[in-house]
């Protein structure tokens, strides 16, 4: 069992790019969730999926937030645009369907300049 | 979004002393979580509660599932310095949406 992992662990960029995060869940769970975490903040839900389908939103993903999970298997996070309030930790988790465990990646610290 | 309250909001303690934190909501929950959280790291999980009223262990952690399912409470014993971080609780109601929502932590920190 490797655990989550996502890629990269820290990314910097300008304000107004485009920036892609990968996650690999555990090799087992069919659910992955992104949340982010601002700074002194308890990590808040994004979006969800069960396998390759996105059954969840919430209202932070904003148009310029985009997340796949093309086969089931591994998801990407995409925001284009970039503002500063994007500056947050990113983070990944997986788990069953029916286990409410969910288990968290490293993340991905973005810093929006 | 919504945070769940969680209190102490810090604490500072000596290594060896019991710690005694909780998590309240306005909210229902089914599910209780608990994670502690490093600089830089992602969330680990360190004990899931199921049932209201249940008492979980894990090793020198335990919490407990509030009986009126608003509330949990962690526990920790004989602090050691490995202790420090941040400690979330996450409640979740399995069946019906899938989202953890996450307390606003407590910032543990243990002197020698």
């Known amino acids: 069992d490797t655990g989550v992992s996502q890629d990269p662990r820290h990314k910097i960029t300008k304000r107004g790019q485009n920036v892609t995060f990968r996650c690999d869940p555990i090799?087992?769970?069919?659910?992955l969730y992104w949340y982010r975490q601002t700074l002194g903040q308890g990590p808040e839900f994004l979006t969800y999926?069960?396998?390759?389908?996105?059954?969840?939103k919430s209202r932070l993903l904003s148009d310029r937030f985009s997340a796949e999970r093309p086969k089931g298997s591994f998801s990407t996070l995409e925001i284009q645009r970039t503002e500063q309030g994007d500056s947050a930790m990113y983070l990944c988790?997986?788990?069953?369907?029916?286990?409410?465990?969910?288990?968290f990646g490293p993340g991905t610290r973005l810093t929006v300049l | 979004g919504q945070q769940l309250n969680q209190s102490p909001q810090s604490m500072f303690i000596q290594e060896g002393e019991d710690v005694s934190m909780n998590c309240t909501s306005s909210s229902i929950f089914n599910t209780w979580l608990w994670y502690k959280q490093d600089p830089g790291e992602g969330p680990v999980l360190l004990i899931a509660?199921?049932?209201?009223?249940e008492l979980t262990s894990n090793g020198r952690l335990t919490a407990q599932f509030g009986i009126t399912r608003k509330d949990s409470f962690l526990n920790i014993s004989a602090s050691i310095p490995s202790d420090v971080g941040i400690y979330f609780c996450?409640?979740?109601?399995?069946?019906?949406?899938?989202?953890?929502?996450f307390g606003t932590g407590t910032r543990l920190q243990v002197t020698l």
């Open positions: 999926f069960q396998n390759e389908a996105q059954l969840e």
């Open positions: 996450a409640g979740l109601f399995l069946g019906t949406a899938s989202k953890l929502t």
């Open positions: 509660l199921y049932k209201a009223g």
């Open positions: 090799s087992e769970h069919n659910r």
């Open positions: 988790a997986s788990s069953y369907a029916r286990r409410g465990e969910q288990f």
